[in-house]
């Protein structure tokens, strides 16, 4: 099995080069699953119907979420529906949404960690009970962990190997190095980086963002424009076992 896991989304210039890139890349590669962190997808916060289903119609399979998934209130009533669209698992009971989905042979998990960002529950516990609470073990568990510290990120990557397929990082919008399997057959990346304007500081105009820094005053930034890039990896796994044979970074650029 090949997964597709495409890194935020951001705004307009995010949704363009998804929409040309990835026919493209599901044939070349035989893609079988596309997951896709949409949160910065509606103007670079949050995502809307609208946004969503024009990611969806592009090929994404299941979009994941983050903190800013409350962002855009009409999508609230959706993250319960058919609409293949996750929020972070450990959220408190209660809260709409679900925080994982079963996809033909491969099952998709939202985490969202707790350093530097919301106090929710413990991803880490939060994960434990769900690997609990599967009926037989699917054979491919792949976890999106949108979270902030490079140490938690990696931490839940050690905790989850053997366990699960892949445990793939988003949330900074800057691609790490550090793609490989781990000792217990997961795949991980800490994070896959950002699918947005080149020219920007982590997908915003940059004039604005150099504003807030140089005079300290809060102000509404809004996302660049122009070239785009897409950041994603490749997880190839195991047809019998669902562990990690090869991660690999895939980058392209689109005007």
């Known amino acids: 099995m090949l997964i597709l ?34 949160e910065n997808a509606a103007g670079g916060l949050g995502i809307t119907p609208a946004t969503a289903s024009e990611l969806l119609d592009a090929g994404v ?19 319960g529906s058919d609409m293949p ?10 809260v709409p949404g679900r925080g994982y989905i079963a996809l033909r042979q491969a099952t998709v998990v939202n985490l969202m960690g707790r350093t530097f960002m919301t106090s929710i529950d413990c ?10 609470e599967f009926k037989g073990i699917p054979r491919v568990i792949v976890v999106d962990f949108h979270a902030e510290a490079t140490s938690e990120k990696m931490a839940m990557g050690q905790y989850l190997d053997g366990r699960v397929s892949a445990v ?45 820094f140089l005079t300290g005053i809060p ?3 809004s996302v660049a424009k122009g070239k785009a890039m897409l950041n994603a990896v490749l ?13 690999d970074r895939i980058y392209r650029e689109v005007e």
């Open 219 to 221: 102000s509404r930034l």
């Open 5 to 38: 896991a495409i890194g935020d989304i951001v705004g307009l210039p995010g949704r363009r080069a998804v929409v040309k890139l990835l026919p493209g890349l599901r044939q070349q590669y035989g893609v079988d699953v596309v997951v896709a962190n949409g």
């Open 123 to 132: 991803p880490f516990r939060a994960m434990d009970r769900l690997l609990a």
């Open 168 to 212: 793939l990082g988003t949330h900074t919008h800057v691609g790490t190095i550090d793609t490989r399997v781990l000792p217990h057959g997961s795949a991980y990346v800490t994070d896959i980086g950002m699918t947005g304007p080149i020219d920007s500081v982590i997908g915003d105009d940059t004039e604005s963002v150099l504003q807030r």
């Open 61 to 79: 399979d299941v979009l994941t979420s983050g903190n800013h998934v409350w962002a855009q209130k009409d999508i609230i009533p959706y993250l």
């Open 235 to 247: 997880v190839e796994l195991a047809d019998d076992s669902g562990r990690a044979i090869s991660i």
């Open 85 to 94: 669209i996750l929020r972070p698992l450990n959220y408190p009971l209660g």
